[in-house]
């Protein structure tokens, strides 16, 4: 941990959450505007925000996203798969700490839990709140829903789900 | 009573749960008093409380929505919180967090025979041990339980099947077990009043088929509101062991061999979630979600009858109120009951107030562990109701034991209610001769049982790793790739769940936690003495899964579907037959605890649940069951409820 976590400290602006949202959708595979709705009562990308540089501080979530806004203005533009594989270094067998924070990341939208980065020594493994729960995405990838979290009506076990982009996911891989 | 007054109530019932609420009831339409009992907190008065203990619970275990046990953050040492000392709470019980630990974190004492033969050992052996008789031994009893207002039943799955004509007379028909002191015919009206309080959804013609196995009704007979539709992966079993069958037993079952091959079909199960509103509850809008709570309460659940309870005015609920005696007199009648009120001061310490009430009549529904406890802490822990020697002995459970694999094609699990369908077509036979008979739960839960998904499979493809046994090659995926990989996968997951009928045996029991000199070893936060219990399987059961796991391997080979089935060696839970590995989970049907029969000397209560001793008390719930059978038990133990409510009744005009 290179500095403090500051418990939250003052609230983000929107540019930073909106970019945090978008670094977020690629490093999942999921739509920004899903994850992010125009109207977001919720803010998860806020709450997530916050709570990541609560655990391992602003210095590190500063720089991993200025690495993500490098790659998002390379020049020809980058996939958000060639983004996400960029972050995570899935072809390292040695992922660096930075990387390891982007599992975090993605562990927390899919299940709505802190998962400690390896370096993180004193990370406690939490569910972040209730809503964390009821709008975590792994559910989402198996056209679901969170357990014991259903919007769905009588019946609806019965017949196949909607496609996978009805559940926010960005099936084409690219911006 | 005991200075010669009359008795403060009619009857007085321990414990909140199935059969207290609906003798309860019953009584109390009667225009008799009543008073329960309640060792645990009331009902909340929302259950948004007890949903966000379960959202925001890391372990998603049947117990997590109910008074909180588990810290909320894990660590290195306890990954999923800090389980508490069942020796500071006053109400403390069985939970699947405890499964395996020591008495600091888990309430029952696990009085497994490695303590009893090497005391000085601290490890357990690599395998349980074998007796002489082949019996596997010192096996952990997997089921856990709830002690609050409602019970266990918050968290049952809503399984509404009935037994079979067979299943209760196992001796009569093939030289097994028991058989039960009712009759079938006996039996059916009050499993039509059960479905009635519940509200099973079901079709009759849809069981039909179940006549090869001796299933019937009435004429004429119709269950409460139609069925729940089946899942897609229950349609897709259907299909897929379309025409399988099986033989009854495998080469060298021990005992005899029933060479008849038997048709493997799926059948809707009958559930006690609605179909349509019924008694003012919603439909079902399958959260998936039965187990641990239904968030909507389309679910029947003990709560609603304990409701129509108090609405009858003449029953009352005494809360955080612990039965530890109950007084019986030289008449052999029961005239008190004994009970601490715990509280909380406000530093939070534990509090206690004995007092003590009178009944004309006295309910013990406190479960099938704990009845089996206050039966022998009563008396100054010599025990009560016990001339048969059967109390706390007899313990059963369906041992459950589960299968996973991945479809050939999507069948999206993860929806719907968590079971809609099962192969119900196995449960009997000649077979039940040699081994135990089986049912076969469908799950709609994609191996979220089987291995804590999705968060096993998202984690292995996120961090690298292959907890879940589909990432051999330790894949790191980020973006749409990792999206796509666990749509492949968590749509193609599901999972078969086998029950088996367990031989009763002497040996299986609930005992107090006492030392030689009869001084307890471990209490609860009370003082009272702890449940300690003894389990373990003979060849019968072994045999059983032997037999299921078999099954489950030719249904997935038809389906064409990958079996992902993995069982360990030398934990808890976990058993060699035949040099074959088995792991085996509780279902939470604990049984046999008090068990019914019509003789004195060999069984505790007869078929009102009344005990043989004890003329005035009478000794309710899954623990009366002779045998655990085929069927989940609460829709039969409601039934039996019923049946001890009208001799209640009865009896109170002669008292």
Same mark, same amino acid.
């Given at each position: +941990? ?20 978008? +670094? ?40 991993? +996203? ?80 969170? +357990? ?28 | ?9 009619d009857v ?10 609906l003798i309860a009831k019953q009584v109390g339409l009667a225009g008799k008093?009543v ?68 008495? !600091? ?14 005391? $000085? ?7 349980? =041990?074998?007796?002489?008789?082949? &019996? ?10 709830? %002690? ?8 049952? /799955?809503?399984?509404?099947?009935? !037994? ?111 179909? !349509?509103?019924? $008694? ?30 108090? &609405?009858?005015?003449n ?25 601490? @009120? ?8 534990? *509090? ?8 004309k009549i006295?309910v ?88 804590? &998904? ?20 330790? !894949?790191? /995926?980020?973006?749409?790739? /990792? ?31 006492? $030392?030689?000199?009869?001084?307890? @070893? ?35 080979? *038809? ?35 008090? %068990?019914?029969?019509? $003789? =004195? ?7 009102s649940?009344?005990?043989? &001793?004890?003329?005035?008390?009478w ?18 133990? /409601?039934?039996?409820a019923f049946k001890s409510a009208d001799s209640i009744i009865a009896a109170l005009k002669s008292y």
């Amino acid at each position: +941990m290179t500095t403090p976590p500051n418990n939250g400290g003052s609230a983000p602006s929107e540019a930073v959450v909106q970019d945090f949202a978008n +670094m977020s959708a690629a490093l999942m595979g999921f739509q920004a505007s899903f994850i992010r709705p125009f109207l977001d009562p919720v803010n998860l990308s806020g709450i997530f925000y916050q709570f990541a540089v609560a655990q391992v501080g602003q210095t590190m979530m500063d720089a991993l +996203m200025s690495a993500f806004d490098a790659l998002s203005k390379q020049t020809p533009p980058l996939t958000a798969q060639q983004i996400a594989d960029t972050l995570l270094e899935v072809s390292s067998p040695t992922p660096s700490n930075q990387a390891l924070l982007c599992q975090s990341i993605i562990a927390m939208w899919y299940l709505g839990s802190w998962y400690p980065p390896p370096f993180q020594k004193d990370g406690l493994q939490q569910v972040i709140s209730s809503q964390a729960y009821t709008k975590s995405l792994a559910w989402n990838t198996a056209q679901a829903h969170p +357990m014991g979290f259903s919007a769905f009506p009588f019946g609806y076990w019965s017949q196949p789900p909607g496609p996978l982009t009805d559940f926010g996911v960005n099936t084409g891989g690219g911006q | 009573m005991s200075n010669g007054a009359s008795p403060q109530y009619d009857v007085v019932i321990i414990g909140a749960g199935v059969s207290g609420n609906l003798i309860a009831k019953q009584v109390g339409l009667a225009g008799k008093k009543v008073l329960i009992l309640e060792a645990g907190l009331p009902v909340p008065d929302s259950r948004e409380e007890y949903m966000d203990n379960f959202y925001l619970a890391l372990a998603k275990t049947p117990e997590a929505p109910y008074p909180a046990l588990a810290g909320r953050t894990g660590n290195k040492d306890h990954p999923v919180g800090k389980l508490p000392d069942p020796a500071t709470l006053p109400t403390p019980r069985a939970t699947v967090l405890g499964l395996g630990g020591t008495p !600091e974190t888990s309430y029952l004492v696990q009085a497994q025979s490695w303590v009893a033969t090497h005391p $000085d050992d601290p490890a357990p052996p690599q395998n349980p =041990p074998t007796a002489p008789n082949g &019996d596997v031994r010192g096996l952990q009893f997997s089921s856990t339980f709830e %002690r609050n207002a409602g019970g266990t039943s918050w968290h049952w /799955l809503g399984t509404s099947l009935r !037994e079979l004509e067979n299943d209760i007379r196992m001796w009569t028909k093939y030289q097994h077990a028991v058989d039960w002191p009712v009759t079938y015919d006996e039996m059916q009206p009050l499993w039509a009043k059960a479905e009635k309080e519940i509200g099973v959804a079901a079709s009759v013609v849809q069981q039909e088929p179940l006549e090869v196995v001796g299933l019937e009704y009435p004429p004429g007979y119709q269950y409460p509101m139609g069925p729940i539709p089946t899942s897609i992966v229950d349609q897709t079993v259907s299909q897929g062991v379309s025409g399988l069958q099986v033989p009854g037993t495998l080469p060298d079952t021990p005992g005899g061999s029933d060479p008849q091959m038997y048709d493997v079909f799926v059948t809707p199960t009958p559930a006690g979630r609605n179909s !349509e509103p019924y $008694d003012d509850r919603r439909v079902c809008a399958g959260n998936t979600n039965c187990i641990p709570i239904c968030p909507i309460q389309a679910k029947w659940d003990p709560t609603i009858t304990l409701g129509k309870a108090l &609405d009858t005015g003449n029953v009352t609920v005494s809360y955080q109120s612990v039965a530890y005696n109950v007084a019986v007199d030289a008449n052999n009648k029961a005239t008190s009951v004994d009970y601490y @009120v715990w509280s909380r001061d406000s530093a939070g310490k534990l *509090q206690k107030e004995s007092k003590s009430v009178s009944g004309k009549i006295i309910v013990l529904a406190a479960h099938a562990i704990e009845n089996a406890k206050l039966l022998l802490l009563s008396n100054n822990w010599k025990g009560i109701a016990n001339k048969s020697d059967q109390v706390g002995r007899n313990l059963m459970d369906h041992p459950l034991y589960l299968t996973w694999a991945l479809a050939p094609q999507p069948l999206w699990g993860y929806r719907g209610p968590l079971a809609t369908a099962g192969i119900e077509s196995l449960r009997d036979g000649e077979f039940r001769k040699y081994r135990a008979s089986f049912r076969m739960e469908i799950g709609n839960e994609g191996w979220n049982f089987a291995t804590g &998904d999705p968060y096993t499979t998202a984690l292995d493809f996120i961090q690298g790793t292959d907890n879940s046994g589909v990432n051999p090659k330790k !894949e790191r /995926l980020g973006g749409t790739a /990792l999206a796509l990989k666990l749509n492949d996968l968590l749509t193609r997951q599901f999972r078969i769940a086998c029950m088996f009928d367990q031989t009763p045996l002497q040996e299986n029991r609930v005992q107090l936690d006492l $030392d030689s000199y009869g001084k307890p @070893v471990n209490t609860d936060g009370l003082g009272i003495p702890r449940p300690k219990v003894e389990y373990g399987f003979d060849t019968y059961t072994m045999e059983g899964f032997r037999m299921a796991a078999y099954v489950c391997s030719q249904v997935y080979k *038809q389906m064409g579907a990958q079996e992902f089935t993995k069982n360990n060696v030398g934990g808890t839970g976990d058993f060699t037959y035949r040099g074959v590995n088995y792991h085996y989970y509780g279902a939470g049907h604990v049984v046999g605890t008090h %068990r019914m029969g019509p $003789d =004195p000397y060999t069984s505790v209560v007869d078929s009102s649940q009344r005990s043989h &001793d004890v003329q005035n008390m009478w000794v309710v719930g899954s623990g009366s069951f002779p045998t655990v059978c085929t069927a989940n038990p609460t829709l039969t133990l /409601l039934a039996l409820a019923f049946k001890s409510a009208d001799s209640i009744i009865a009896a109170l005009k002669s008292y």
